[in-house]
């Protein structure tokens, strides 16, 4: 069954497509964020992570940028599979460690 | 599979019952959390827990009640319980002083069903 909210904010992709989610975070002095996966069912799964010092960071097909500025965090999905497929969360806290203030959600499509 | 268990992973029962929720961390890691996940508030923090102490409260109800023994693992218990208490509990864990490493690892769920 679904684990999450049936009013998400939906992307829909095609396969091999780049994706790119947003989030908009609240606290200005939250200095460490992550976004996780989470597939129907499951527990929320760690993607990557960035600390406020940094505005870009890489991992395996996936990249997050922070603007401070702004308060906006994106995820960018390379060449998107249909096993990304899932809702995507921003999650932000100050001081790594402590308890994470979650965005509400976004649901990606992935289309064969 | 992220190393934190959590038992049950289902759990129907009636209004007015009392449950406890159970979760082991991944080993080395020190700091427990639980969250809640619900329908219309999304993912809310309830409770840490960091080598047995309390560290952070978050929007938990006074019913509710939770602690990390001396083995590290934590239980959540749940009282008098409502038909609004249904949603899917989360226990996540973090912070291993072998690695230094902060990241919170999620556990499975316990779907809690009150009817």
């Known amino acids: 069954g679904e684990s999450v909210g049936l009013h998400l904010p939906t992307l829909s992709v095609q396969e091999g497509d780049n994706s790119i989610i947003n989030c908009a975070y609240s606290?200005?002095?939250?200095?460490?964020f992550i976004w996780y996966k989470q597939e129907s069912g499951k527990g929320p799964q760690f993607i990557i992570d960035?600390?406020?010092?940094?505005d870009k960071r890489q991992g395996q097909r996936v990249t997050v940028l922070l603007n401070k500025t702004v308060k906006h965090l994106s995820l960018q999905i390379a060449a998107t599979q249909p096993g990304d497929s899932a809702v995507y969360f921003c999650a932000e806290t100050f001081n790594a460690g402590n308890m994470l203030t979650f965005g509400g959600g976004t649901r990606l499509m992935v289309k064969p | 599979d992220s190393g934190v268990t959590q038992t049950p992973k289902h759990l129907i029962t009636a209004t007015g019952q009392r449950v406890t929720l159970r979760c082991s961390p991944r080993?080395?890691?020190?700091?427990v959390y639980w969250y809640q996940q619900s329908l219309d508030q999304g993912l809310q923090f309830l409770i840490q827990?960091?080598?047995?102490?309390?560290?952070a409260k978050g929007n938990i109800l006074e019913r509710f009640s939770a602690q990390q023994f001396p083995d590290l693992h934590s239980e959540l218990n749940l009282s008098s319980l409502e038909l609004g208490d249904s949603a899917l509990y989360f226990c996540?864990?973090?912070?291993?002083?072998?690695?230094?490493?902060?990241?919170?690892?999620f556990g499975p769920g316990t779907r809690l069903t009150v009817t």
């Open positions: 827990y960091y080598n047995g102490e309390e560290r």
């Open positions: 080993s080395g890691d020190l700091s």
């Open positions: 606290n200005s002095a939250s200095d460490y």
């Open positions: 960035i600390r406020s010092n940094m």
């Open positions: 996540a864990s973090s912070y291993s002083p072998t690695s230094g490493e902060y990241e919170q690892y």
